[in-house]
Each structure stands twice: as structure tokens, then as C-alpha cells.
């Protein structure tokens, strides 16, 4: 294939030639992200995003969206597929759970009606019996008009089977926070350095005093159907905001540290050890954590100001809840053979996953 792709003259990046995988999307509605070398995380925001420092990853495609209920029903219809939420909790994997929770649900805000305390996340989030990503809001809630919206209450396990079924992968942090990134250099946001340039807003957030006060100023309560908001340079929608998405890395509290020589520069990094990602609050719980990228629509200044591209959260693999959700990408055979060079990248046993 030559000539000049219309995603490959999308790429930012000019320094650095456009790959082959460029030519041709593999599948509708991607996007290809040229690849390079970023500084990735922030020392501005929050402590686990730092320190800043180079990361290099190769180019990739990249979903221009997160995945919405109508992609994950065909999935489902096509392999009858049944989520981690959809399934009774077996007792053994959660010595002490009270047994009302062990039954299949799943994680909802609720909004208070007033001020609380903001250490304590139950003043918001209930388990509720029944919740699953057909009745994202409850059992007696359903898809009506949220078809494209993306799908939440989705497990890792859940995001992985579906990227399997698709012929597609989860991208590791590092590929995430690239393609989020749009091409613009160290930007807090996904599109520049202000939030709301001239007032436009640019992604699904939260407006007001969280979590009882939700002014929408964007518009939208909770969800929204993707590509509400401007996509990014790179073309991709709803990368800031929205849902939370999963990437395929074991969370570490920190970045490692900047590369003293660019010889040593990590090339397509794949986070930490799995046993490194437990909750060393929560000793008694043995279920590792992979890291969220994005933010989502109950992100807000006053208590989460993670809808930024170096954002990061550490969720457990068997979570899911009503702000959760992924997209996929699909690696080219070079880059696919390349994971995990580097002095910071994890040996082969951690990228099982
Ligand atoms: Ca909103
Ligand atoms: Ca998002
Ligand atoms: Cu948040």
C-alpha cells in the first residue's frame, strides 16, 4: 500500500516516519496514533502521576471512541458473553462480605442531597443488587437512549473478552496517555493548558460542588453518547471525562524516574508487577489493581481533577461501576514485538495480562 493515508497525515509527530500499519485502518471507526517519544505524567496535580518523564511508544490504532452498549450487545448476542457483574460473588474471594452483597450488582452514585464527608466514598457509592451494564443505573433501569453512550459496569475481565472477540487489545497506560495526548507537548488537558477555552466546554466532567451539587454546565447529568465533545488531535473522542477507561497495566503509586540518557528512554512500557498493584491500605484484600486513564463525568475540581490525559487511578480488577468503561487498540506486528524494551519495563511474566 502507498501513498499518503488520510490518518497518516493526521500524524503530529512529523520527525518520525509514518509506519506501515498506517495505510489501511484495520477495522471501522480507528484511529492511527503515529508513535513517539512524550514526556508522560505531570508533576502539577497529584502525586501519583510524577515524576515526568520520556517514554517512547510505536505507533498503534486506536479506537475513536470508548466502546458503547450498542458494540458491547453485539458482543454479547454474538457470544452469549456474561459480566463479572451479571455473576454471583463466590465467598471464598471475599472472606468477611457481608452476604447481602454476595449477589450479583454493581456500583452506583448516588447523589446526596446535601454537603458530606468527603473521606468517606459510601456518602455516594452503594452496591446495588441487580445493576449490570443493561441496568446501569439500577435494576429497573435500562439502555433507552444510551445506546451510544459507552458501556459502563464493565470488569477488566469484561473489557479484555470483548477486545479479544473484537480481534483487538487494551492499550497499556503508556499508549493510552500518547493517544490522549493528541500530539501537544506536557498540556494539562487533552486539548491545551485551559479548561474551557473561550467558554466551550470540552469533555463530560463535573460542574459544582461534588457529589450533591451537579450543575451541567456541560449538559449532561452522568453519561453522554460519545463524540458529544471535541475530539483531540489525533481525532479521538471522549479521552478526558465521561467513563473512566481500563488499560491493561498493574498500578504502581508512582511513575519511574526520567531516563538520565536517551539511550535508556523506556520503549512501549508495561506498568508494574501484578503483585506490586495490591492495596497496601487493604492487606486483607488480594485483588490486584490496574490503572485507569481519563477521568470521568463525576470527576470534579473539588475532589477528583482527574480529567486530564496524565490522570490515573487505581481500580480493582473485579470492579465495575457507572463511570467505567474502555476502548481498544489493535498494535502493528513491529510494535507488537517490541513491547516492553527498556530499563523500566516489567519482564515478560507481567505482561500476561
Ligand atoms: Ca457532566
Ligand atoms: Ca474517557
Ligand atoms: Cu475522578
Known sequence: MSGISHSATRARDEGRPSEPGAAAAPQPDMVWVPGGTFRMGSQDFYPEEAPVHRVTVDGFWIDRHPVTNAQFARFVEATRYVTFAERPPKAEDYPGARPELLVPGSLVFQKPPRPVDLSNYENWWAYVPGTDWRHPEGPESSLHGRWAHPVVHVAYEDAKAYAAWAGKTLPTEAE??????????????????????????????????????????????????????????????????????????????????????????????????????????????????????????LCAPNYCLRYRPAARFPEPIDTSTCHVGFRCIVRTAKASAAGGRGEHAAGPAARSA
Not at 501537544?184 to 493548558?193: K, N, P, R, S, V
Not at 483531540?232 to 471522549?238: E, S
Not at 506498568?271 to 495490591?278: A, D, I, P
Request: aromatic residues 14%; contains cysteine; negative net charge.
Open 176 to 297: 493510552w496517555e500518547f493517544a490522549a495526548r493528541g500530539g501537544l507537548d506536557g498540556a494539562a488537558y487533552c486539548w491545551g493548558d485551559e479548561f474551557a477555552p473561550a467558554g466551550t466546554m470540552m469533555a463530560n466532567t463535573w460542574q459544582g460542588e461534588f457529589p450533591w451539587e451537579n450543575l451541567r454546565a456541560d449538559g449532561f447529568e452522568g453519561t453522554s453518547p460519545v463524540g458529544a465533545f471535541p475530539p483531540n488531535g489525533y481525532g479521538l473522542y471522549d479521552m478526558a471525562g465521561n467513563v473512566w477507561e481500563w488499560t491493561a497495566d498493574w498500578y504502581l503509586p508512582k511513575h519511574p524516574e526520567e531516563a538520565r540518557k536517551a539511550c535508556c528512554v523506556p520503549v512501549n512500557p508495561r506498568g508494574g508487577r501484578k503483585e506490586q498493584s495490591y492495596d497496601p491500605g487493604q492487606p486483607q484484600i488480594a485483588i490486584p489493581r490496574k490503572v485507569l486513564k481519563g477521568g470521568s463525568h
